[in-house]
């Protein structure tokens, strides 16, 4: 059996995945087919809810998708593990405490409080108990670093039992300390060492978002293995861009320009 998207995480592979922002099975199906690691749905800042999610869960097929929530609500998240996702990580992570209680929710009796129901993930009752046995091993919990809290207490949320990795949140961090929009100035980037030192000193893993491929090329270089690299919409749109601009180019015969 090939190893869980969990394991890969915990094992310190470079995983690398694009966020999906449109509520779009083909767009996720797309993606699924070009040989990423693993699918970030962003049900944060989108319209995409649980009916939504899971539709775009049968779309990645045998990727591992990873549903991002906004918040700890542990009847969401309950929510999102039954319809079938490898994993959830939760925004605005910035205690110790909240980072407890989102792995709570997130795992079933005795390390947790999950409700147990019969849904996708557990084939609507055909493998409750094959799945029921595995999800507290199998599950990834993720939790965001992006805000100054998150930062002064990230020693302690690295070592909460039932994390599995932090992702930073550069744009919204950067925000938190007055240089919104400013990803690169040095407090930022003080913030983002900061988080990362904390999390190898814990053996823990730690990814983050870029836009591009030379936006993430600096932090794989210093170790950071869970990887977000580019939005679908931006895909897109750059892409048609690029190519419009490039046709209107095109010399034609007999027009001067």
């Not at 199906?29 to 049968?58: C, K, M, N, S």
């Amino acid at each position: 059996m090939a190893p869980t998207f969990r394991a890969r995480l915990r094992a310190g592979e470079l995983l690398v995945g694009p966020m999906i922002t449109l509520n779009s099975p083909e767009v996720v199906e797309l993606l699924a087919e070009l040989g990423f690691d693993w699918l970030f749905i962003d049900a944060e800042h989108t319209p995409i809810g649980p009916p939504e999610i899971q539709v775009l869960l049968r779309a990645a097929g045998r990727v591992p998708a990873i549903i991002r929530l906004p918040s700890a609500e542990a009847t969401t998240i309950g929510k999102v593990l039954d319809s079938g996702a490898a994993g959830i990580i939760v925004a605005q992570v910035n205690s110790a405490s909240q980072a407890r209680e989102i792995v709570a929710a997130a795992r079933y009796a005795p390390a947790g409080r999950r409700g147990r129901g019969l849904a996708r993930a557990h084939g609507y009752g055909l493998k409750l108990a094959e799945y029921s046995a595995t999800a507290n091993e199998t599950v990834a919990v993720v939790v965001q670093a992006e805000h100054v809290d998150a930062v002064r207490n990230i020693r302690e949320i690295v070592r909460v039992e039932g994390v599995d990795g932090v992702l930073v949140g550069p744009y919204d961090l950067a925000s938190s300390l007055g240089r919104t929009g400013d990803v690169e100035h040095p407090d930022v980037k003080k913030a983002i060492a900061a988080v990362r030192a904390a999390c190898f000193e814990a053996a823990m893993p730690i990814g983050i978002l870029g836009l591009t491929a030379d936006a993430v090329a600096p932090y794989i270089e210093q170790g950071f293995t869970l990887i977000i690299a580019g939005i679908d919409v931006l895909l897109i749109g750059e892409s048609a861009r690029t190519l419009l601009d490039r046709v209107r180019r095109i010399p034609q015969p007999g027009v001067t320009r």
